[in-house]
């Protein structure tokens, strides 16, 4: 049997998959509407007053760097835009949906998440710099890029535990998932409930061919794969804490995070992305 059958097979027996927030749905849907009302984007949003608190919490933050608070969500939603408002949304809820099992399970959370941050940040700069548009996009596909790994913990977890015995020996993390997980790793288990909270074809792209990059099929988010691609290396680089994709990986070269980067200007990034990864985790409560 193919292995993207089986994956399919095995995450269909599981009952209690997660879903997103009804909030992050009900946007989700609201953002596909031809014409689209802000005030009742914050009307959607409002509904779920932990999420609304963060939002207007982040969107206050040094990150968005607006220099005069915005005092409700409409006027943030005005300012900032849909599209940042509905990934900031996203981002939140797909945290929340893990956020309840931070200190339990095979691993460090924390790291993970510290892991998954600075490859955001690191991809909205490398967006910035290549002058790509929408780098809001980019910042939520490096959230989100590794979820598989979550899901594999936590609903395959005996198999987590003995892929995390067996990965000393493997050379990269997706050899040891493809061995113990027979022949899937944490981007397919990724890949398939990213499609299944409907978080679009770009971001289900990056969340598949975030190690294989040249493998992505489709044109339209080639540059989001490959930003994400190099923001994945560049933030093992920085090696925040002991990441679990870490493990025997090569130092990362220069040309791996483009060669359309300057590589002053690529230091520089990682500079920022060291500086920074630590704060902009805590804004998006994940650390502490
Ligand atoms: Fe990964
Ligand atoms: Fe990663």
Partial sequence: MPAKKRICEKLDKIENLPTLSIVARQLQHLMNQPKVNMASIAVVVARDQAIATQVLKLANSAFYGYPNKFKSLLQ??????????????????????????????????RQFWLHSIGCALGAKLLA?????????????????????ILIIDQFMHPEFAKLLDYKQDAKEYCDAEKTVLGGMCHCDVGAYIAKKWGLGENIVDVIQYHHEPEQCPREESKDLVRVISAANILSVKIRVGNYIENFNSPTPRMKDTGELVDPKKLEEIFLEVEREVKTLAMEWGIYD
């Avoid at 509905?86 to 893990?98: D, E, P």
């Avoid at 548009?133 to 598989?148: K, P, Q, R, S």
């Fill in 76 to 109: 943030a939603i005005v300012v900032l835009g849909l599209n940042v408002i509905k990934n900031i949304v996203t981002g939140l809820s797909i945290i929340r949906v893990f956020q309840d099992s931070l200190d339990t399970f095979s691993f460090d959370r």
């Fill in 128 to 148: 910035q710099e290549l002058k790509y548009e929408n780098d809001e996009d980019y910042f939520l596909a490096g959230l989100v890029h590794d979820i598989g």
